[in-house]
């Protein structure tokens, strides 16, 4: 079975062979990490998913396969309920992949936002 790492930035893998095109994942990826193909979906921006699970979660083959909570989503999640920066920059855990409470990058990998200089 062949699979197509997505990206060294997270865990998303898909496997091509699996796919029945049912667009599943085209609906419910909020990046459009998907796109339409003629006989199977394309992964295409790959870089762009954030790990929340969603295509996994409604892909009826088991052709994504993904490690949700680990990367972007879940930082977005932590810093609405806590207040705080979302970030999910290079992790020092044992995957390697984002991290949901640190690192050193903005979520996403847009650019970090610049320290301060006024009192809150």
Aim: charged share 20%.
């Amino acid at each position: 079975m062949s699979v197509a790492q997505a990206s060294t930035m997270n865990t998303l893998r898909y496997f091509e062979s699996l796919c029945v095109n049912c667009g599943m994942c085209l609906d419910v990826c909020p990046h459009a990490v998907f796109e339409a193909g003629p006989e199977a979906v394309r992964l295409v921006q790959a870089n762009d998913c954030m790990e929340c699970g969603a295509c996994r979660r409604n892909c009826p083959t088991g052709a994504i396969a993904v490690d949700s909570g680990v990367g972007c989503a879940a930082a977005l999640i932590r810093a609405a309920l806590t207040g705080g920066e979302p970030t999910c920059g290079p992790s020092e855990g044992p995957k390697g992949g984002g991290s949901a409470g640190g690192g050193g990058s903005s979520c996403c990998g847009g650019p970090e936002k610049p320290e301060s200089t006024e009192e809150r």
